[in-house]
Nanobody, 122 residues
């Protein structure tokens, strides 16, 4: 599975963005998808994850209530809807996929894609 995140950009604080994760390969629908982010000078951190079926989701405390993860297996895409954005949400956002689980550690994901930059101006 190859992954590519897109949809990043510059947005004012309080605004919204929707990130997409496009996948190629036949096993995407078997994979949980995780979203991660890395701000300058900081380690990569977990943002959200969704199971292969889309039934269950999990979020980092810092984004809970503001971000929503979803997926469309027919389109081989996952999404991260980000609302009420804050300056501290500025980071490069990555998506990852794994058939075995939905860890909060990006290193445990089998497939990891390139990121998209989100910049939130205050």
């Amino acid at each position: 599975v190859q992954l590519q995140a897109s949809g990043g950009g510059l947005v004012q604080a309080g605004g919204s963005l929707r990130l997409s994760c496009a996948a190629s390969g036949r096993t995407f629908s078997d994979c949980a998808v995780g979203w991660f982010r890395q701000a300058p000078g900081k380690e990569r951190e977990f943002v959200a994850a969704i199971t292969w079926s889309g039934i269950s989701t999990r979020y980092a405390d810092s984004v809970k209530g503001r971000f929503t993860v979803s997926r469309d297996n027919a389109k081989k895409r996952a999404y991260l809807q980000m609302n009420s954005l804050k300056s501290e949400d500025t980071a490069v956002y990555y998506c990852a996929a794994d058939r075995a689980g939905w860890s909060t550690n990006s290193r445990e994901y089998e497939y990891r894609g390139r990121g998209t930059l989100v910049t939130v101006s205050s």
